[in-house]
């Protein structure tokens, strides 16, 4: 028995294995615990091992990739359609050795502790930003419920609510003012989480030379450049810029058939958010310099 290829389908807890050899007949099949699949595999010869890139992946592939093993991650969306018949977990793992033997399958790149580490700081920082802004608009609706409104504006409201709080409001009831002094507090402590992350960030941009260097490109600050390494390391896993480019969404969505063009839509705003980043790109607002970016990419070769 010699295993080529080996598919994993991950579970919480269960973990399917398919085992295939070079003329891509299933040899193993087997179902079994995490922890039992890290102590299987160490025993394998060096082949090649599959997953999908979903949670626990990126771990277990380091892990398998320190026993000799050749670790190829994909995208669910592209393991899909390799899945026979009715799905289960066995079928997932036969589809996703089978995807993993096609030449032309994309992988994803294996991440390092600290990429994960840094993605989970924007996951961290992205929920914080969302609560805050539940709780202002929460804020805002309570108080135009009772005749009290305010400017658009996060430090409009901000202000305003301070300035209620301390000089005093008859139309409000004494529970009501107890509520928004609660939400308040609540919003100050969620102010000083955020600004705590924002001064991580930075001072990783300040100390990685590649996020350092991501900064100095017009319209992109420190929360796109410590996200963009954090999810594609030196940038190796691509072909050329372009690739970079698409994989961001900078390109229309295309669904033609034949000769057909078919619908092109626009597969971003003005507004991009970036792939799976808790922050944004926005197109830099510069009326004096519209070529800013050639500037910088000229500059960048002298």
């Known amino acids: 028995m010699s295993i080529l290829i080996l598919g994993i389908d991950l579970g919480k807890n269960s973990c ?3 085992g295939v050899d070079a003329q891509g007949a299933v040899v193993v099949r087997r179902s079994m615990r995490r922890k039992t699949l890290i102590e299987y595999v160490a025993t394998l010869p060096a082949c090649v091992v599959a997953m999908e890139a979903c949670c626990g992946a990126h771990h277990l592939g380091r892990l398998f990739a320190a026993k000799g093993h050749e670790v190829r991650l994909m995208s669910p969306e592209y393991v899909r359609p390799y899945v026979k018949a009715q799905k289960n977990d066995d079928r997932d793992a036969e589809g996703i050795a089978e995807a993993a033997s096609r030449p ?7 991440k390092s502790q600290a990429q994960l580490d840094i993605q989970t700081l924007h996951r961290m920082r992205s929920r914080l930003v969302a609560e805050r802004t539940g709780l202002i608009n929460q804020l805002r609706a309570i108080l135009s419920e009772r005749g009290t409104d ?7 409201l901000e202000q305003g609510v301070d300035g209620l709080l301390a000089d005093g ?14 939400l308040r507090a609540e919003w100050s402590e969620l102010d000083t989480k955020i600004e705590a992350l924002n001064a991580e960030f930075v001072e990783m941009a300040r100390t990685d030379a590649a996020m350092r260097r ?12 410590t996200a963009l390494v954090a999810a594609v390391g030196d940038g190796s896993s691509f072909g050329k810029a372009r690739d970079l480019g698409a994989w961001l969404g900078l390109v229309p969505r295309q669904h033609t058939t ?3 063009l078919g619908c092109l839509e626009s597969r971003s705003a003005a507004t991009l958010t970036c792939v799976r980043f808790s922050s944004t790109v926005r197109e830099p607002p510069y009326p004096r310099y519209p070529k800013a970016t050639r500037h910088w990419a000229a500059g960048s070769k002298r």
């Open 214 to 225: 991501l900064t100095t490109i017009p319209g992109v600050g420190v929360l796109n450049a």
């Open 169 to 182: 409001d008859d139309t409000l009831s004494a529970r009501i003012v107890e509520l928004i002094t609660q």
């Open 16 to 18: 399917s294995i398919v």
């Open 258 to 260: 034949g000769a057909s």
């Open 104 to 110: 032309t399958m994309r992988f994803v790149e294996l």
């Open 150 to 156: 305010f400017p658009a504006g996060r430090r409009k």
